[in-house]
């Protein structure tokens, strides 16, 4: 099946800091997301970006679908982005609709 | 807004006992999701199913079954609880792609402990 390695698994940031997370994927997809997983429990959709560039807000990703990578920018870090950020492809061709996650970067923003 | 409701937050059964978790969505999504979340292993797909009375196992079926009677419901049955069975269990559903977005949305999670 498709692998997806995500780094680092492990961020502390001080407030207002900038990051950097990465989502590497072995086979090419159909859909790549992020998402943060807040204390509770609860997956939260940042991104959906197969391809291209987005922007929300404090956050945006690129994935550059030819190369088999994402990225994921988080600017001016506060301290309620602390969570888990996973990236999740779903892997190209007809009918494969799961998602396959990353193990995860898990980021703490201390005041 | 998309929403996923998932009918119970926290749960505690007996071994043995039969289980059901509940998924509802309000989106007229085709497929349904349903994930187990173990801290080192990540999330990993159990079934899903894209369409009513339709299903398709995942990643690690074993010891669970589901039922998919109406477009908006997925259930997850576990037939004998096992205390390898505890875990959170996350529901998500999605358009089933081509020309829409088949971006999956999550419900909040159920974390099942079975005693």
Known sequence: GIQVEQSPPDLILQEGANSTLRCNFSDSVNNLQWFHQNPWGQLINLFYIPSGTKQNGRLSATTVATERYSLLYISSSQTTDSGVYFCAVERGGAGSYQLTFGKGTKLSVIP | ?115
């Not at chain 2, 999504?29 to 398709?56: A, C, T």
């Not at chain 2, 529901?91 to 088949?102: D, E, I, Q, R, Y």
Request: proline share 3%; charged share 25%.
């Open chain 2, 1 to 115: 807004d998309v929403k996923v409701t998932q009918s119970s937050r926290y749960l505690v059964k007996r071994t043995g006992e039969k289980v059901f978790l509940e998924c509802v969505q309000d989106m007229d999504h085709e497929n349904m999701f349903w994930y187990r979340q173990d801290p080192g292993l990540g999330l990993r797909l159990i079934y899903f199913s894209y369409d009513v009375k339709m299903k398709e196992k995942g990643d690690i079926p074993e010891g669970y079954s589901v039922s998919r009677e109406k477009k908006e419901r997925f259930s997850l049955i576990l037939e004998s609880a096992s205390t390898n069975q505890t875990s959170m269990y996350l529901c998500a559903s999605s358009f089933l792609g081509g020309s829409v977005s088949n971006e999956q949305f999550f419900g909040p999670g159920t974390r099942l402990t079975v005693l």
